[in-house]
Every structure is written in C-alpha cells, then in structure tokens.
C-alpha cells in the first residue's frame, strides 16, 4: 500500500530529466531535497500522474497512477503544487470548498458537512479571517495556506506538497509542517514533500531522499542521511553542524 515507484525514467522536451527511480513509501512525511534542477519538482509531478514516464511506473496502493479516474485519484492523493495559479474571483471558502469535489456528483451543490470540513482546515491553517475574502489579492502566503486547506478537506490518504511553506513566515512554517505530522500521526497519511530547508526536513521529516542530478542519491532515515559529509557532497557546499541547548542539531552553509 502507499505509493510504489519502479524504475522510473522520465523525459521533457526530449531531455532526460528523472533516471531510473525506484521508492516505495508507505506512511509518514518523506521529505524530498536535493540541489535546484534536482528533479524534485518533476518526481512529485509524476508521482501525482500529471506526468507520464518514459518508462517504469508509480503505483498507488497497487494501481498504475495513471490508469485511474481523475475523482478516485484525487480521493487519494492530493497536490500541493508550486506556484499555483487561481484566474478568479471565488473567495477563500469557496475555493477551499473545490477541494471537497472529488466527493460530491457532478453539479451537487456542498453539504453542511462539506462547509464545515471547509472551515475546518480555513481554522487550521490559519486563515478564518479571510474566509469571505477574494483570492485576489491574497498574499502570497496566505494564498499558500489557502492551497493548502484545499488540499485538506479532499482527506485523501496521500499528501503531495511541493514547497509548501515557502512563502510563509516562521510561525506558519512550522505551523503548517506540525499541522501535517498531527495529521499523520492521527490517521496514518502518507505525506511526500519538497522542501529546500534542510532544518524543517529534520525536525518534521522521517524518510528523506536525497537528489541530485535525476537521481536518488539517498534514501533512509531522516538522521542516517542529514549528515555533513552526505551533503556537503550533493550540495557541494561547506556545512556546519549546531548543536542547540536542547540537544537538537541545525544544519546552516559556512558563509563565504
Ligand atoms: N518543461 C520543461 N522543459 C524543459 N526542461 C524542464 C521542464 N521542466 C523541468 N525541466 C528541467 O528539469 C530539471 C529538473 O527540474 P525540477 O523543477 O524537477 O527540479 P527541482 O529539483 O524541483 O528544482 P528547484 O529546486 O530549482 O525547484 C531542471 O533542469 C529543469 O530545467
């Protein structure tokens, strides 16, 4: 069960991008890092079925992602893309309301329920005070967080977030990350996320897988690969290791 990726290849524009990518996830929050070009981005995409491989396959709970039905996938994943794009003008309950439509019959208007779960992850993420307001114009973190409530009230079992805080400020960074590990801790979601810093990836991440160039350099336990070596090689930069009162380490480049 979760989601199962065999020998992945994948191409754009005639250019390889993903090489010969093989991970099995099953629950937990799985951050995915790796250099700018990595191929982080192109591997969620498509883990989510949006792309198609060259070659190999991703399953999800055994399914090829790509022979099932637009509503059933999204009942069991869903996308946090980057950089996304609204051209309208529906408020922030409205749109997070879209989320709920993988439930409902085509042209079935929403329930209490549905308006309810709606306000729910609007709480949650932080953004109550906006309901009523239009997307346009929302900040851009209040627009994240707004993707994000979305992608909550579809309560699929798979969470796919592709840089999802940043463009949040500190507290709603490690707001939104502990929202998703008391999602998973409570009900057992898978949670596949980007993410560039290397400090959230640690505290919040079990798994990570380590990219560079295509490839998965690593794959493990968050503290078997965050260690300076590994990634002074990936990141082919100098890193120091902070060991903070608590005991806990934070992991910053050596400022040149
Ligand atoms: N549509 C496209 N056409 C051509 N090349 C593309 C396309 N989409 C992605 N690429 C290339 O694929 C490579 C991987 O891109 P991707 O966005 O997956 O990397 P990433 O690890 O998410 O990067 P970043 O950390 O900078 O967001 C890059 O070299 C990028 O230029």
Not at 20 to 47: C, E, H, Q, Y
Not at 67 to 90: G, H
Not at 158 to 174: F, M, T, Y
């Amino acid at each position: 069960m979760g989601i199962s990726i065999r020998n992945l290849n994948c191409t754009i524009n005639e250019t390889p991008i993903l090489h010969d990518i093989s991970l099995d996830f099953t629950s937990g929050m799985v951050g995915i890092i790796g250099p700018n070009g990595a191929g982080k981005t192109t591997l969620l995409r498509t883990i989510s079925g949006y792309l198609k491989p060259e070659s190999g396959s991703v399953e999800i709970d055994g399914i090829d992602v790509r022979k099932i039905d637009v509503k059933s996938l999204a009942k069991k994943m869903a996308l946090v893309p980057q950089n996304y794009a609204l051209e309208y003008d529906f408020t922030v309950l409205e749109t997070v309301l879209m989320g709920r439509n993988p439930h409902k019959k085509t042209f079935e208007s929403e329930s209490a329920e549905d308006i309810r779960l709606a306000r729910e992850a609007i709480a949650k993420t932080g953004i109550a005070h906006l309901e009523n307001r239009s997307v346009i114009g929302l900040s851009g973190g209040e627009w994240q967080r707004m993707i994000i409530a979305r992608a909550l009230v579809q309560q699929s079992n798979i969470l796919l977030l592709d840089e999802p805080v940043s463009n949040l400020d500190i507290k709603h960074q490690v707001g939104i990350l502990a929202l998703v590990r008391d999602l998973i801790a409570g009900s057992g979601l898978l949670c596949v996320c980007v993410l560039h810093d290397l400090n959230l990836a640690s505290h919040y991440c079990d798994q990570i897988v380590l990219m560079k160039k295509g490839r998965v350099i690593e794959y493990g336990r968050t503290e078997d690969i965050l260690k300076k070596d590994i990634l002074e090689a990936v990141y082919d930069t100098k890193i120091c290791m902070i060991r903070a009162e608590d005991g806990s380490t934070y992991i910053l480049p050596e400022m040149i």
